[in-house]
């Protein structure tokens, strides 16, 4: 971790200082974390690749447009990288749409909603984590636009990698509902959804070691297999 008088300004307050300390306490799991991401990334991207091809096929077959889709997101202390993950939606769904997807989301191709739902579609980040944009378990990476808006404390989620899954991603089951047929979800986004999901990420800082990761794969892989 960086030393508290390295980071960007905006962290730098009384709200993110109590998570700080808690990280900064926890080294020897960062680095176990940081090790494990890059061995099972490896072994993982090996095996997926056959599965990759054959999803990027039924891509190509299914609807017009590229097999990936790329988005910006923020990482640690604010850092931007593109987000690599199968396309899901028809080509240009942003512009038909917002940047969160909701309930019945019409963008959403028939290869998509499988792909979705079985959390294919973020296979092709396994290249994030190998390049350290991201890691396996973290907080789900947002867009400028919703950062931008971050409470003081909702900065200290950004202490730490993104994630390809959350604790949030796991307990966090209203997003949709809430969404679904709001006249402005981008409000609704960040004023209803974003601060239930964020106290789901910062107990998971409070709780953060190593084993605690693993305990959340675990229980990820279970709730897809459901």
Not at 64 to 75: A, E, H, I, M, P
Not at 163 to 169: C, E, R, V
Request: aromatic share 10%; glycine share 4%.
């Amino acid at each position: 971790m960086r030393k508290w008088d390295k980071l960007p300004e905006k962290f730098k307050n009384d709200a993110v200082r109590p998570y700080y300390e808690i990280l900064s306490k926890r080294g020897a799991s960062l680095a176990v974390k940081r090790i494990f991401d890059i061995i099972a990334g490896l072994i993982l991207t090996v095996i997926a690749l056959p599965f990759m091809l054959v999803i990027a096929i039924w891509i190509k077959l299914d609807s017009k447009g590229n097999v990936f889709f790329l988005q910006k997101r923020v990482t640690t202390y604010g850092r931007v990288f593109h987000i690599i993950k199968f396309r899901t939606m028809v080509s240009d769904a942003e512009r038909l749409g917002t940047q969160v997807t909701v309930s019945h989301d019409s963008r959403v191709t028939k290869a998509g909603h499988f792909l979705r739902k079985c959390r294919l579609d973020e296979l092709p980040q396994l290249f994030n984590v190998l390049k350290g944009d991201m890691s396996f378990v973290g907080t789900r990476p947002e867009v400028e636009r919703y950062v931008d808006r971050y409470t003081h404390e909702m900065n200290a989620t950004l202490l730490m990698p993104a994630g390809i899954t959350s604790l949030a991603s796991i307990k966090f089951k209203d997003e949709e509902k809430l969404l679904s047929g709001a006249e402005n979800t981008d409000d609704v986004y960040v004023n209803t959804v974003l601060p239930q999901k964020m106290a789901y990420n910062l107990e998971y800082i409070e709780k953060f070691n190593f084993l605690y990761d693993i305990k959340i794969m675990l229980m990820t892989a279970a709730a897809v297999l459901k």
